[in-house]
């Protein structure tokens, strides 16, 4: 690749994300702040990788995803996770029917565009397992036939953070599958203001679409395209052997903090999110900083922390910005 | 008896244990006909000197064989020098078997034992053997008289004798090479406690063990690295990448030295950002924005900069540390009462 090549990328970058604009526009209209969440969610949108968002309730969580779905035009279908919850209300069942004498298949709520598995953690593994293994595959087999999910797919699972009464919480391998977990925070008081003067209005904003689910395929194909040097594969491999083996990073601090580090699923979640981040910021090459803007979201659900740090409260948050901080940037 | 036992070693040394035998018969026969003079026969003779010795001393045991030259002897073995042959003889030195005469065919050869004996007594040894092998012929011949020998002990009168005190130590002058070894090991240790004591005060005291070399201002590393990579000429062969990263670590470490920014660990934009809260002046942040801008596409985007653009960010590089360092005056801490500002006069004398 030469300098032309570079420039010819770069642009034909800047008319495939011009629509970026637009949706970040149209999601700007219902969602009032929350702009880690929006780009979190274009991320997993572009790179074709699924979002586990931890928020208290009533941080716009259903609503972001609602917008998105309309935006792009795509079919939405929300599930509410809970303890009597069985895998074939998610992913469907055959019925029998008395007037045709056969069984006809009924597909589940899993056969949509975007899904929004709510408070997953309150159903048990059974189901959990049936709905990770729809993401991982991107198909379900109902009886005997196998059906494809809608391309594009995108499951946002929910977890709340306050009740762990009751709940299933998902397993490390499990966690593993979802390409980040957002953690999403509350309103800024300016944002507040707004999010009141938005309801008391009495008519409430609705999105427009402004893009097509095939638009968001050809979009992924371009992100592939998205030029990462030698150098940012260095810095991710770095960052990730930084949460196997923090001693070689003169990390030996965190070393009794860790229990297990990044996968390598990790270090390919950080590329692709990587990339989709430049994307996002219509560059067609990767830096740094798009590599730092998504490793909190990509590692935060991949670092296994010790009882030690647990009883220091260290959360892995913590010791991502720790590595952060000490790994050298190209 | 004696003299079968070293036969019996001799056969045995020489491996003839096959006819072992036979040699014990021969060697009866021999004692019966030895006295008989025969005609053809090699002549052995043996002779001790001296033949009286005093306990310990050493004695000489010589054996001659006047032979043919075709008649092979072999001289008996009394074992190893240095080795006991008998309980009360010991063998001190063999040497060579030694021509003494020669004549025509005939000739005469020795062979001489150094032994000694610590027990005093009167010994009688008998004859020596000397194996003789002549084509199809094999006998024992012995030397023609028996020999004996006395040793003699001290003859000690005790009556006479005084019971004296046990010798005390001679007191020999003491010599440097003695105690040089006390001397050393002596120094070294107290070298070792020493430093001990030394290293165990600085530490007490929190200071460095080893003088710290005064500490280079940061710009002078900046300055002599940015022209050691000029020198180089990266980009001029090809090497943009190599050329600007070399760049941006040399501007990253100025930054870390001069304004405590860990910019070694921080992105562009990071920089960025810390630069502009250090209160940079529009042109300085510029320059840094110029360089971390190309350099980011260089690295990141093989964007290939013309040599104008090369050039100029070398010098903006360059002219930035040299217009932000820190000279000598503004490192002395500022905050100083009215009254403890130096004088002019006072500021005089220490220029």
């Known amino acids: ?330 | 008896m004696f003299l079968h036992r070293y036969l019996y070693r001799y056969m045995k040394r020489t491996r003839y244990s096959i006819v072992f035998a036979a040699l014990v018969g021969l060697m009866f026969v021999g004692r019966l006909f030895s006295q008989v003079p025969q005609s053809g026969l090699p002549e052995v003779s043996a002779r001790i000197t001296p033949d009286t010795i005093l306990i310990g001393d050493r004695f000489r045991l010589t054996i001659e064989v006047s032979k043919d030259l075709a008649q092979v002897v072999d001289f008996p073995n009394f074992g190893e020098a240095g080795a006991t042959s008998r309980d009360t003889f010991e063998v001190v030195s063999v040497s060579g078997i030694d021509t003494l005469s020669r004549s025509g065919r005939q000739h005469t050869i020795s062979l001489t034992y150094e032994m000694t004996c610590f027990e005093a007594g009167s010994y009688n040894l008998g004859r020596f053997p000397v194996l003789y092998l002549d084509k199809n012929v094999m006998d024992t011949l012995y030397s023609k008289e028996p020999l004996s020998l006395v040793v003699r002990t001290f003859e000690i009168d005790t009556t006479k004798q005084q019971i004296v005190d046990i010798k005390k130590p001679i007191h020999t002058p003491l010599q440097f090479r003695e105690i040089r070894n006390y001397l050393l090991w002596g120094l070294l240790a107290l070298a070792l406690i020493g430093l001990g004591i030394w290293l165990f005060i600085k530490m007490k005291r929190r200071e460095s063990i080893f003088a710290p070399r005064p500490e280079e201002p940061p710009h002078v590393t900046a300055i002599r690295a940015l022209e050691d990579m000029h020198e180089q000429k990266l980009w001029q062969n090809g090497k943009h990448k190599q050329y600007y990263t070399l760049l941006t670590d040399i501007i990253r470490t100025y930054l870390e030295g001069r304004y405590g920014i860990s910019a070694g660990e921080m992105t562009s934009d990071e920089i960025r950002s810390a630069l502009r809260s250090a209160g940079l002046e529009t042109l300085e942040y510029d320059r840094m924005d110029r360089l971390f801008s190309t350099a980011d596409l260089v690295k990141f985007a093989k964007f290939i900069p013309d040599a104008d653009e090369n050039e100029r960010l070398y010098s903006d590089s360059y002219y930035f540390v040299e217009d932000t360092k820190l000279l000598p005056t503004e490192q002395v801490p500022p905050a100083k009462e009215e009254s403890e500002l130096p004088t002019e006069k006072g500021e005089e004398d220490n220029r």
Do not use: W
């Not at chain 1, 700007?28 to 780009?39: A, C, E, P, S, W």
């Not at chain 1, 959990?128 to 595959?137: H, P, T, V």
């Not at chain 1, 930084?242 to 070393?255: G, K, S, V, W």
């Open chain 1, 1 to 330: 690749m030469n300098e032309v090549d570079i420039k010819e990328l770069n642009e034909r970058i800047r008319q495939q994300s011009a629509f970026v604009d637009l949706l970040n526009m149209e999601m700007g209209k219902v969602i009032i702040g929350q702009r880690h969440l929006v780009d979190s969610l274009l991320i997993g949108l572009l790179s074709g990788g699924h979002i586990l968002l931890e928020g208290v309730p009533g941080l716009a969580k259903t609503l972001a995803i609602t917008t998105l779905s309309q935006a792009v035009d795509a079919h939405f279908s929300r599930i509410q996770f809970t303890p009597d919850l069985l895998p074939a209300d998610l992913i469907g069942t055959l019925i029998y029917s008395q007037k045709s004498e056969e069984f006809t298949v009924k597909k589940g709520p899993v056969f949509a565009n975007f899904v929004l598995a709510d408070e997953i953690n309150r159903s048990p593994a059974k189901v959990q397992s049936a709905l990770l293994e729809a993401m991982q595959e991107r198909q379900v087999t109902i009886g005997d036939t196998t059906y494809p999910l809608p391309r594009p797919f995108l499951v946002l699972a929910t977890q709340n953070p306050l009740e762990q009464e009751g709940t299933y919480p998902l397993p490390e391998a499990q966690v593993d599958r979802f390409m980040l977990k957002v953690c999403i925070t509350y309103p800024k008081r300016e944002e507040e203001k707004q999010i009141i003067r938005q309801n008391m209005q009495g008519t409430f904003p609705r999105a427009t679409k402004v893009i097509s689910p095939e638009d968001i395929l050809k979009a992924r194909e371009v992100v592939n395209e998205v030029y990462m040097d030698e150098k940012i594969e260095r810095y991710i491999v770095d960052i990730i052997f930084a949460t196997r083996t923090p001693e070689e990073y003169q990390l030996d601090n965190i070393r009794s903090l860790i229990s297990y580090g990044g996968s390598p699923r990790a270090s390919i979640s950080l590329a692709k999110a990587s990339k989709a981040y430049a994307f996002i910021k219509r560059r067609g090459y990767v830096i740094p900083e798009d590599v730092r803007a998504v490793a909190h979201d990509v590692l935060r659900h991949r670092i296994g922390l010790t009882y030690e740090a647990e009883a220091e409260n260290i959360s892995s948050e913590d010791l991502i910005t720790e590595i952060l901080n000490r790994v050298d940037v190209p």
